[in-house]
């Protein structure tokens, strides 16, 4: 981010991204069917769970809670690697 845009239309930005993220997780969740078990859709939840993660790596920055955008982008790359598993 440039740091000559004022802090809250940057704060802005990044709660605005991670509605976007969250916009589009609701809507691929809106299509998946929940009750299924098998290996391929267990890996598309979790990939679904580290995109949400990062709209939650987002908010935390967007609060300047630096611990909590580090716990979250942790978390996430634990969903990306069992995505990937």
């Given at each position: 981010m440039s740091n000559d845009r004022p802090?809250?239309?940057q704060q802005e930005d990044l709660?605005?991204?991670?509605d976007v993220i969250d916009g589009g997780v609701r809507a691929v969740?809106?299509?998946l069917d929940l009750s299924r078990t098998d290996a391929d859709h267990?890996?598309?939840i979790d990939a679904l769970m580290a995109v949400s993660r990062a709209?939650?790596?987002l908010r935390a920055l967007a609060r300047n809670d630096f611990p909590a955008a580090d716990e979250a982008t942790k978390s996430m790359?634990?969903?990306a690697d069992r995505?990937?598993?």
């Open positions: 802090a809250q239309v709660l605005d991204r991670a969740l809106a299509h267990e890996r598309t709209a939650d790596a790359a634990r969903y995505a990937r598993d």
